[in-house]
């Protein structure tokens, strides 16, 4: 372990190696701070580059664009209360109010160190937890992996509680996406429909471009062809959104950080145990945890404007920037969107995430470490003090971001496999992505659906093959069957509650 552990700080601490990592944060910060792009967005774009990096300088890179871009979607969210990415929305309920007092620079630095905090704990309980989880994993079967699995899509469907129909609608069309392509097991193709293209599946990158970029996207087009439909009016209420912002009051005292330190760690804690479970993501951990600042503040100015109501949302949805990689490393199962995002980065390099990689892998797990912390600071240093230069980019026109990162799309996409029909699928993907925004209808289950389902498959298969096809060998494998009954208790509280709000719903009509 301390080999893998030198060896891990040896890779990472090579000068283009750092300089990647300060590249990623900024590239998110910069992203996340412009209303409808996100880091997600620049992940699935930066993807298929990554393959003619190292394994340790790739996932660095990513994993500091994510952090970069959670905390530059709160700067949007607290200047205008429009924030750059769902997970920075609770922030501007408190930040916007600090804005309209004048006070956005104290808002903006508090948020800042909130979001430090909370990816520094969540960072932390990483490398404490998911080499242990890994290390007990090592004794799981096919069985325990079909329950984990199983408990996984569940979770997925707690994102769309409220509009539990969409969410099965959305998993059932990832687990079918996910059966196109040769027979694990028999080797006999699956709705190829006579294609030898489809024989083989869908490309992760692919989807994932697809579904995360091409979407918003098509609906920046839209948007543009609606303006132009309009009167000269409309393109210059669009002009005038141009604003040159002033950030007032930035002076944070010491006093005004400590009072906030048990709301931070709380909070922080939440974030970290929402971002280790499989399926939710740091939308949930920002509300969750901005409610559970709620009660612990003593602040009467909560909801109208407190440093407490920054801190807490920041702190929350940062340290599923971390957390969201245990189930990854550990179980090789993805946290969420953009832990399947590492995955796919994982894979283009050849790594099975999981908890084999401890012991393959070991140099290149520590080195990642290494590069998380190290963008932390860095996010932490880079935003601090040129925050000003950051918000200037919201006045950059989506008009001149939509072809860009359409073409970044396309040669991504053809890029990884030098194939044609990997664009096609892009487009079709993104068309599908944007059709289901439309409707409500979550990517995110469609995603988890797509990636879980091989490995649940091939474990399942491999359960029936040992227990002669009977499914009471899961009673005779206690962690599966706790897994299990926990999915139920889940699934049954679920149509208890969209019940219940269905029936308030008819009472009220």
């Not at 590239?27 to 993807?47: E, K, N, Q, R």
Request: charge should be positive; hydrophobic fraction near 50%; proline fraction near 4%.
């Amino acid at each position: 372990m301390g080999a893998d552990i030198l060896a891990g700080l040896e890779m990472m601490f090579q000068p283009h190696h750092v300089l990647l990592v300060f590249l990623g944060v900024v590239l998110g910060t910069v992203m996340g701070a412009i209303p409808g792009l996100s880091s997600t967005m620049g992940i699935a774009l930066l993807l298929p580059i990554t393959f003619t990096l190292s394994p340790v300088a790739a996932i660095a890179m990513l994993t500091a664009m994510y952090k970069g871009g959670l905390f530059g979607g709160s700067i949007a969210s607290i200047l205008f209360n429009a924030p750059g990415t769902s997970a920075a929305a609770a922030t501007g309920i408190d930040g916007y109010q600090l804005t309209k007092q004048g006070k956005s620079g104290k808002a903006i630095r508090m948020a800042l160190i909130g979001s430090s905090v909370g990816d520094l704990i969540g960072c932390i309980t990483l490398i404490l937890l998911a080499g242990l989880i890994a290390k007990a994993a090592l004794m799981f079967g096919p069985p325990e992996y079909v329950a984990i699995i199983l408990f996984a899509f569940t979770m997925v469907l707690g994102v769309a509680d409220k509009a539990l129909m969409k969410g099965f609608l959305a998993l059932g069309i990832g687990i079918l996406i996910s059966t196109v392509g040769y027979d694990p097991v028999t080797g006999v193709p699956r709705f190829e429909f006579g294609s030898m293209e489809m024989s083989s599946g869908f490309s992760l990158i692919a989807v994932l471009i697809g579904l995360l970029a091409l979407p918003e996207v098509f609906r920046q087009i839209e948007d543009v062809i609606r303006e132009k439909i309009k009167d000269h009016k409309g393109k210059k209420e669009k002009a005038e959104q141009k604003v040159d912002v002033q950030l007032g009051d930035s002076k944070l005292t010491w006093k005004e950080v400590k009072g906030t330190r048990k709301v931070l760690f709380t909070s922080a804690g939440v974030g970290t145990f929402i971002g280790a479970l499989p399926g939710l993501g740091p939308t949930i951990a920002a509300f969750m945890g901005y409610r559970t600042g709620k009660k612990i503040s003593k602040d009467p100015n909560y909801g109208k404007g407190s440093l407490h109501g920054v801190a807490a949302p920041e702190a929350a949805n940062s340290a599923v920037a971390s957390a969201n990689l245990i189930p990854l490393l550990a179980l090789g199962i993805p946290g969420d969107v953009e832990a399947a995002l590492i995955l796919g980065a994982l894979t283009i390099q050849g790594i099975t995430p999981g908890p084999q990689i401890f012991v393959n892998n070991g140099a290149i797990v520590y080195g990642i470490y290494a590069g998380m912390i190290m963008a932390i600071i860095m996010n932490f240093v880079f935003n601090w003090y040129f925050v000003r230069g950051v918000i200037k980019v919201k006045n950059i026109s989506i008009q001149i971001m939509v072809p860009i990162i359409m073409v970044l799309c396309i040669a991504g996409t053809f890029g990884y496999n030098q194939n044609m029909f990997d664009v096609k699928v892009m487009f079709a993907f993104g068309l599908l992505g944007y059709i289901l925004n439309k409707f409500g209808i979550p990517t995110t289950a469609l995603l988890i659906g797509f990636i879980l389902t091989p490995i649940f498959e091939r474990s399942l298969r491999q359960t029936l093959a040992l227990s002669d096809n009977g499914l009471l060998f899961f009673f005779e494998r206690p962690i599966a069957l706790v897994f299990i009954a926990i999915t139920l208790v889940t699934v049954v509280s679920y149509f208890i509650k969209s019940r219940a709000e269905n029936n308030g719903k008819s009472v009220s009509q």
